[in-house]
């Protein structure tokens, strides 16, 4: 009842005092080819159930179409004017309408699209449990994931191998410690990452290690070292291309 409270009462005040950002970058979204600004993804939250998640539009018309679930930072679905958006990370704003909703709240595991959900080992299924965020534990730590995938020739089997593993493991760690008080430091960090991305991740190690949490969680979250392939939570190996595609096609 709390946690529903918080996001209600912060999401609404965070739709009025952002306003002055959104609305301009809508209408600029607008101008450069005079369709809607806004992009309506499915997405599947509590239980697997999808909900339609609103997102500040930055690829161009139809780019979901490519069968691509991951978007490296040189994707030249990209506009001009995405990009911008992108690296202010003002297309996640807009995403304060579906927590007034109810649909996902402020602190949370990302919502995935079902492409992704398919392939959750039964460790990762437990992040269906909880309602879908803006933010969490994963999400400051790869806020970068475009800049991660930027030279991949293969996002989707990059995605998985690399950054799936570990942004799992951080959210399902998220989930078994959450708490208000928690939610609330990671909504500042989370603040702090745009002024200063090596702050948030400090601020986040300290965090992890005030919490316990296993050193390899904290060694990635203090991202010193190149990520290399790692097993999903509950799987005994990595992701290869066999289990992503299926007769070339996104499975």
């Known amino acids: 009842m ?39 993804p ?7 159930r999808p909900f339609k998640m609103v997102k500040l539009r930055t690829m161009v018309v139809g780019a979901d179409s490519a069968g691509v679930d ?14 911008f958006v992108r690296t202010c990370k003002l297309d996640e704003l807009s995403q304060l309408w579906n927590v007034v909703t109810g649909d996902m709240s402020l602190v949370g595991p990302r919502p995935n699209v079902a ?5 959750y080992t039964e460790t990762e299924n437990r992040l269906l449990d909880a309602k879908p965020g803006i933010t969490d534990m994963s999400s400051i730590v790869f806020a970068d994931e475009g800049e991660i995938l930027r030279d991949s020739t293969d996002a989707n089997l990059d995605y998985n191998r690399l950054i799936r593993p570990w942004k799992s493991r951080l959210a399902l760690f998220n989930m078994e ?19 200063s991305r090596h702050a948030a991740l400090g ?20 991202r010193d070292d190149t990520l290399i392939p790692a097993a999903p939570p509950g799987a005994d190996h990595p ?11 996104v499975a």
Request: hydrophobic residues 55%; proline residues 5%.
């Open 42 to 48: 499915t997405r599947a939250g509590v239980g697997g």
């Open 70 to 83: 991951s978007t490296a930072a040189a994707d030249p679905r990209i506009t001009p004017i995405g990009r």
């Open 2 to 40: 709390v946690k529903r409270l918080l996001d209600l009462v912060f999401a609404s005040i965070g739709l009025v005092v952002l306003a002055p950002l959104m609305i301009p970058a809508m209408v600029l979204i607008w101008l450069q080819d005079f369709r809607s600004p806004l992009y309506v």
């Open 177 to 195: 410690r959450r708490s208000d008080a928690l939610d609330l430091a990671l909504m500042a960090v989370t603040v702090l990452g745009v002024v």
């Open 203 to 222: 601020a986040l190690s300290f965090i992890l290690a005030r919490l316990d949490a296993p050193e390899e969680l904290r060694r990635i979250a203090r």
């Open 115 to 119: 492409n992704e959900i398919a392939r």
């Open 239 to 249: 992701v290869t291309a066999e289990d992503i595609y299926q007769d070339g096609a």
